[in-house]
């Protein structure tokens, strides 16, 4: 019913930069914070980032801000990530994230549509 399709990662040197999108479908909020989350091998699941339908509010992490930008279109009900400066620490599954409610904040819960995860390596 709900499909969440992601596209952008992959493997690259410390430093350097991947775009992340995931393109929604199905029945879901237009007005749903969208963003993304992450999963390293034996850690538990993490918020990155999050934005709301109108753009105008986002929420990061502390260890990306400043690094990664979030933003999403919503005539293409797809939400982007922007990383850059990327470091091995970020080395993780990235998934994307629809919230299941209606106009909440950027900073998202676990109460979400997700994505199947995209593998973003970074390699020192």
């Known amino acids: 019913q709900v499909q969440l399709v992601e596209s952008g990662g992959g493997l690259v040197q410390a430093g350097g930069s991947l775009r992340l999108s995931c393109a929604a479908s199905?029945?879901?909020?237009?007005?749903?914070?969208m963003g993304w989350f992450r999963q390293a091998p034996g850690k538990e699941r993490e918020f990155v980032a999050g934005?709301?339908?109108?753009?105008?509010?986002?929420d990061y992490i502390d260890s990306v801000k400043g690094r990664f930008t979030v933003s999403r279109d919503n005539a293409k009900r797809t939400v982007y990530l922007q990383m850059n400066s990327l470091k091995p620490e970020d080395t993780a599954v990235y998934y994307c994230?629809?919230?299941?409610?209606?106009?909440?904040?950027?900073?998202?819960?676990?109460?979400?549509?997700w994505g199947q995860g995209t593998q973003v390596t970074v390699s020192s």
């Open positions: 199905g029945r879901t909020f237009s007005s749903a914070t």
């Open positions: 994230a629809v919230d299941r409610r209606p106009w909440q904040t950027a900073t998202m819960s676990d109460d979400n549509f």
């Open positions: 934005i709301t339908w109108s753009g105008l509010n986002t």
